[in-house]
């Protein structure tokens, strides 16, 4: 499969602020990161912040994905070497953001896994998913997206504006991007034992109402292997589960202690 050669980015949703941790998002298949918006106002209190993006039309495998994301965090590292990173993978970012760690763990000091679509390989339909997208013309593909809003979000907890925000992210890929993004995650794998290898502290927040994935029983899953893992239970949430109102990752980072300060993140 051949690559697309633009590059990835890390982009900084606010001016640098060097003397606060980096906390680093890896998002959803949509791959824009502009969908952790809501979230931006809260984290901006406490992080130094930095949104991956990957191209629309971007075929790289995971391996590749991997270095490159690795090369970018080590040159924000590298202007920074004493502060604190933080990781946070949504969706198939979170797939990202667990082989990141299996293969670079002095890259990160707290991983954050938010409804990791890790177990989208043991689910029958993606396999035909990533078929029939391949197929679509780009009139139907957008149409199609419509037709997905039900699976990601629970409609009414997430405002109007998000959810067009939501489907703009998802028609700017490229009807072959979203192909081959969906086949990645066909073909994601990681063993009990690369789970065991990451011994950095790990927080995971599992959606009861997911309809897209099974994103409690998968929590539950790598709760038994991560060595030092938690995990947060939203009852009411869906997929997107950043997208909505009642939502708020710097609240929840308060109340389960996980970014306490800067001292407990310097010591990690």
Known sequence: ????????????????????????????????????????????ASFDIRCLSIPTDDLTGWDEL??????????????????????CGESFGGCLA?????????????LILVNPASAASRQPWLGWGASLTQRLPDPLYRLSTFGLLPLLIASHRVPVLSQQALLAAMQSVSPPSAAWRLSLLSQFEINQSALARIEKPVLVLASGADRLLPSV????????????????????SGHACLLEQEISLSSILQSTNFCADRSELMVA
């Open 98 to 110: 667990l082989k990141l760690a299996v293969r670079h763990p002095p890259l990160f000091d707290r």
């Open 66 to 87: 991997v270095e490159q994301i690795a090369a970018l965090i080590s040159k924000e590292q590298h202007r920074s070497p004493s502060r604190p990173i933080v990781l």
């Open 1 to 44: 499969m051949p690559v697309n050669t633009r590059p990835l980015k890390l982009l900084a949703s606010n001016s640098s602020r060097p003397n606060q941790p980096l906390f680093v998002f890896l998002p959803g298949m949509d791959g824009t990161g502009e969908l952790l918006a809501p979230q931006l106002s809260g984290l901006r």
């Open 217 to 236: 029983a998968e929590a539950k899953r790598l709760d038994r292997y991560l060595p030092q893992s938690q995990t947060v239970f939203l009852p009411e």
